[in-house]
T-cell receptor
Framework: DTGVSQDPRHKITKRGQNVTFRCDPI?????LYWYRQTLGQGPEFLTY????????KSRLLSDRFSAERPKGSFSTLEIQRTEQGDSAMYLC??????????FGSGTRLTVV | AQKVTQAQTEISVVEKEDVTLDCVYE???????LFWYKQPPSGELVFLIR??????QNEISGRYSWNFQKSTSSFNFTITASQVVDSAVYFC????????????FGKGTKLTVNP
């Protein structure tokens, strides 16, 4: 078990471009979360999946953001028409029910 | 609504000093979980401890100890005999039972341990 993997580790994109991030959770974990962390702040919840169902979305997740978890395995987070305010670390975490999260190393997005 | 406050933004100590990181939480739920995470410069969040609201027993793990007091809604973290490798940002977090059990994080405390 290699833990939670996120790809890419870093992404630099021009404003207005679309970006997609991938998260591979721990294989037996049925819950998957996305968080966003801006400089000097704690992570903030974006969305949550139980198996393939997206059960909760934060108000932070604007219409430009979409997340999927096909077949309840890996997940993708897409940001359309990126803005400079989207620059942040995007963290993925997985858990088996409520028994402790494991976080990935994150994808750092820089929008220029 | 849930809220976590870490009033100390930055702390700087000299190696071997003891240091306590404060965490105050707010929730109306009677069942909840409290966490501490460490975030070194490399960026990953490292799990340190999880406590549930029914267990107020203090915990010690090596140089780390945690003091949970429901009466003051606090869950403080003490590092004894700090080391340079303890330098990191430390986050306190809260989740409540039922639903997504998402974590609500504080803003973190940056600890610098100087040699």
């Amino acid at each position: 078990d290699t833990g939670v993997s996120q790809d890419p580790r870093h992404k630099i994109t021009k404003r207005g471009q679309n970006v997609t991030f991938r998260c591979d959770p721990i294989s037996e974990h049925n819950r998957l979360y996305w968080y966003r962390q801006t400089l000097g702040q704690g992570p903030e919840f974006l969305t949550y999946f139980q198996n393939e169902a997206q059960l909760e979305k934060s108000r932070l997740l604007s219409d430009r953001f979409s997340a999927e978890r096909p077949k309840g395995s890996f997940s993708t987070l897409e940001i359309q028409r990126t803005e400079q305010g989207d620059s942040a670390m995007y963290l993925c975490a997985s858990s088996l029910q409520a028994y402790g999260y494991t976080f990935g190393s994150g994808t750092r997005l820089t929008v220029v | 609504a849930q809220k976590v406050t870490q009033a100390q933004t930055e702390i700087s100590v000299v190696e071997k000093e003891d240091v306590t990181l404060d965490c105050v939480y707010e929730t109306r739920d009677t069942t909840y979980y409290l966490f501490w995470y460490k975030q070194p410069p490399s960026g990953e969040l490292v799990f340190l401890i999880r406590r549930n609201s029914f267990d107020e027993q203090n915990e010690i793990s090596g140089r780390y100890s945690w003091n949970f007091q429901k009466s003051t809604s606090s869950f403080n973290f003490t590092i004894t005999a700090s080391q340079v490798v303890d330098s990191a940002v430390y986050f306190c977090a809260l989740s409540t039972q039922g639903g997504s059990e998402k974590l609500v994080f504080g803003k973190g405390t940056k600890l610098t341990v100087n040699p």
